[in-house]
C-alpha cells in the first residue's frame, strides 16, 4: 500500500498545474487511458524506451482503466477451472508477419488451426464441419461445397456492381442486384437456407447485418497468410506478460480530458486527476462514441466525424459447459435457415482443448436481442438451437454469456465500414490531435477488429507520443530500443490441426 502511495506522489509530482495554468515539469510523463491490447502495448513500448532522461527513476507511464481487469474485449475465463475466452480468441494471420507473433511464439503458447488461407468462412474452412437443416437432418457437403463456391461468386459479382456506381450500398442491396442480373445464382429451397448461412458467417465476421455493411469496403482489410489460429489457452498470459511492471490503476473510469499545449489534464469518475505532458487514448470505439469522456477544447470536427461514422458492430458468446462430449467430432456445427438471422454457428472447443465446451456466437441485430435476456434465457435459448440439431442435447452443467454492446465499458465488439463512409476513417481516427494519440483496433486501417490490429496500433501510438514528448524536451538523442527492435530472436509459432 506504501509503495502504491510513493506512485501517485511520483505522478503527481512528475507534471502539476499551478495556479496561473502553466505546468511545472520534472520529468516526461505520459497517461495511457484504457488496458486493453492496444493502451497496454503503447505503455509497453513507452515504458521499455525509458523516458529516464533525468537521474533518478520517477514512474512517468501510467495507465488508466476503468474495469477492475486489464484485457478489454479480450477477456480469458477460468471459472471452468480452465480457460475460455469471452472476447476475442483468434490469431488471424499465423505468421511471423503478424506483429503479435514473436510475443506468442516466445511465450510457447499453442494454437490450433481453424483454416488456411482464403477460406470463404474467413476463420474456418470445409475441411471438419457438420451443417443441419431445422429439423435436425444433416445437410450433404457435396451441396455445402457447391453452394460456396456460388457465394463466392457473388461476392465477386458485388464487387463488379460496386465498381459500375459511385453511390455506396448495403452487402444486402448489391446481393438483390447481382441476383437480379445473374438470376442463376438465386438458389432455392436448401440450397438457399445454406447461403444464408454462408452469409450469417460473413456477418459474424464483421458483427454487423448485412444491411449495414458497406459494400465498396467489405473486402479492405489486410489478410495476413498463414490462416487463422485459435489461441488454446486463451489470450490472458500474452496481455500478462506485456503489462508486467506497468503502473496499472485499475477502476479508474476517465470522463474528461483536457488538452493544452504544455499537457494533459486526465479527470476520473471518482474525481481524481492525473496530469502529463501527452495522452495515449485506447479506448473502445462504442465508448469514445457514447460521448461519455468529456474533451476540452472539443475534438476536431474531421476526428469527431470519424469516430460518429465508423461502424461498431456485435458479437456475443454464449460458452456452454458440458459433462460429456455427445455431438459429432468436427470444428464447428451450424443449422441453416431461410433467413441469416435464424441460422446458428456453434464453435467446438474439444476439438482445439480437449474440454467438452461449445461456444454460441450470435452477431448482429440476434445479438442485440439476446443482449435483452437474463444469462439463464440466453443460455437455453442456445440450447434450443442446440437441440434443433440433437435431440439428446444434454444441459450445460455451467455457462457463460458475454454482453459487449451493453458493457458500458466497451459499448460494441469491434468496428466495421457502414455504408456511406469511407474506409480511411480508421486512419483519421488514428492520427494525433497535439499532444493526444490514438490507438485500438479501430484505428487501424489494415487490421480492423483484430487483437493484432490493436496491438501493433498501440505500438505506433507509443512511438510517435515518445518522439512528440522527447522532442518537447529536447532529448531526442536519448531514445532507446522498443520493444520488437532489438529483441531475441523470434520464436517459431506453435500450431496443429487435428
Given at each position: ?24 515539469t520534472?520529468?516526461p ?24 532522461v ?28 480452465f ?6 480468441s ?11 507473433a ?19 468462412l474467413?476463420?474456418h474452412d ?5 451443417l443441419?437443416?431445422m429439423?435436425g ?20 459479382e ?9 453511390a455506396?450500398?448495403s ?10 442480373r ?30 449495414t ?13 498463414g ?7 486463451g ?25 493544452r499545449?504544455n ?11 492525473f ?18 469522456i468529456?474533451?476540452?477544447p ?6 469527431q466525424?470519424?469516430?460518429?461514422d ?10 456452454l459447459?458440458?459433462?460429456?462430449v ?25 476439438k ?6 461449445l461456444?454460441?456466437m ?15 434465457a440466453?443460455a437455453n ?42 474506409h ?21 486501417s ?13 505500438l ?13 524536451y ?25
Amino acid at each position: 500500500m506504501e509503495s502504491r502511495k510513493n506512485s501517485d506522489r511520483q505522478i503527481r509530482r512528475a507534471n502539476c498545474f499551478s495556479a496561473g495554468g502553466r505546468m511545472k515539469t520534472r520529468s516526461p510523463s505520459v497517461i495511457v487511458i484504457g488496458g486493453g491490447f492496444g493502451g497496454i502495448s503503447a505503455a509497453r513500448t513507452l515504458q521499455d524506451a525509458s523516458f529516464q532522461v533525468y537521474s533518478g527513476a520517477l514512474e512517468t507511464v501510467v495507465v488508466l482503466e476503468s474495469r477492475d481487469r486489464i484485457g478489454g474485449r479480450v477477456h480469458t475465463d477460468y471459472s471452468f477451472g480452465f480457460p475460455v475466452d469471452l472476447g476475442a480468441s483468434w490469431l488471424h494471420g499465423v505468421c511471423k508477419e503478424n506483429p503479435l507473433a514473436p510475443v506468442i511464439g516466445r511465450l510457447g503458447l499453442p494454437l490450433y488451426r481453424t483454416s488456411g488461407d482464403n477460406s470463404v468462412l474467413y476463420d474456418h474452412d470445409l475441411e471438419s464441419y457438420a451443417l443441419f437443416d431445422m429439423d435436425g437432418k444433416q445437410v450433404p457437403q457435396e451441396l455445402v461445397t457447391e453452394v460456396g463456391i456460388t457465394f463466392e461468386q457473388i461476392l465477386e459479382e458485388i464487387n463488379k456492381v460496386r465498381d459500375e456506381q459511385e453511390a455506396d450500398m448495403s452487402i444486402s442491396k448489391a446481393f438483390s442486384i447481382v441476383f437480379s442480373r445473374k438470376p442463376e445464382l438465386r438458389l432455392e429451397g436448401l440450397a438457399h437456407n445454406v447461403l444464408q448461412w454462408y452469409l450469417c458467417r460473413m456477418e459474424g465476421w464483421f458483427a454487423a447485418d448485412a444491411d449495414t455493411i458497406s459494400a465498396k469496403c467489405w473486402d479492405q482489410d489486410e489478410l495476413l497468410p498463414g490462416g487463422h489460429g485459435l489461441m488454446v489457452r486463451g489470450y490472458r498470459p500474452v496481455i500478462n506478460t506485456l503489462s508486467k511492471g506497468i503502473d496499472i490503476r485499475l477502476g479508474h473510469r476517465v470522463t474528461k480530458i483536457v488538452r493544452r499545449y504544455n499537457g494533459v489534464k486526465v479527470t476520473t469518475e471518482n474525481g481524481e486527476t492525473f496530469v502529463a505532458d501527452a495522452a495515449v487514448i485506447a479506448v473502445p470505439l462504442g465508448v469514445l462514441k457514447s460521448g461519455t469522456i468529456t474533451f476540452e477544447p472539443k475534438l476536431p470536427e474531421w476526428k469527431q466525424e470519424a469516430i460518429n461514422d465508423l461502424g461498431v458492430g456485435i458479437e456475443n458468446k454464449i460458452i456452454l459447459h458440458f459433462e460429456k462430449v455427445f455431438w459429432p467430432k468436427v470444428e464447428f456445427l451450424g443449422v441453416v435457415a431461410e433467413t441469416s438471422y435464424g441460422c446458428s454457428y456453434f464453435l467446438n472447443l474439444h476439438k482445439a482443448t480437449g474440454h467438452p465446451v461449445l461456444v454460441y456466437m450470435p452477431a448482429g441485430q440476434l445479438a442485440k436481442d439476446i443482449e435483452k435476456m437474463s444469462d439463464e434465457a440466453a443460455a437455453n435459448f442456445a440450447v434450443l438451437q442446440l437441440q434443433r440439431i440433437l435431440p439428446d442435447a444434454l444441459p450445460p452443467v455451467q455457462y457463460l454469456v458475454s454482453r459487449w454492446g451493453s458493457d458500458v465499458n466497451s459499448l460494441g465488439s469491434y468496428s466495421y465500414d457502414i455504408v456511406g463512409k469511407p474506409h480511411d476513417l480508421y486512419e483519421r481516427l488514428r492520427v494525433p490531435v497535439d499532444n493526444l494519440f490514438f490507438a485500438g483496433e479501430a484505428t487501424s486501417s489494415s487490421f480492423p477488429g483484430s487483437v493484432h490490429g490493436a496491438y501493433s496500433t498501440g505500438l505506433m501510438a507509443g512511438e510517435d507520443c515518445r518522439m512528440r514528448v522527447l522532442e518537447r524536451y529536447g532529448e531526442l538523442d536519448l531514445f532507446q530500443p522498443v520493444m520488437g527492435e532489438e529483441g531475441p530472436a523470434s520464436v517459431p509459432l506453435l500450431i496443429s490441426r487435428l
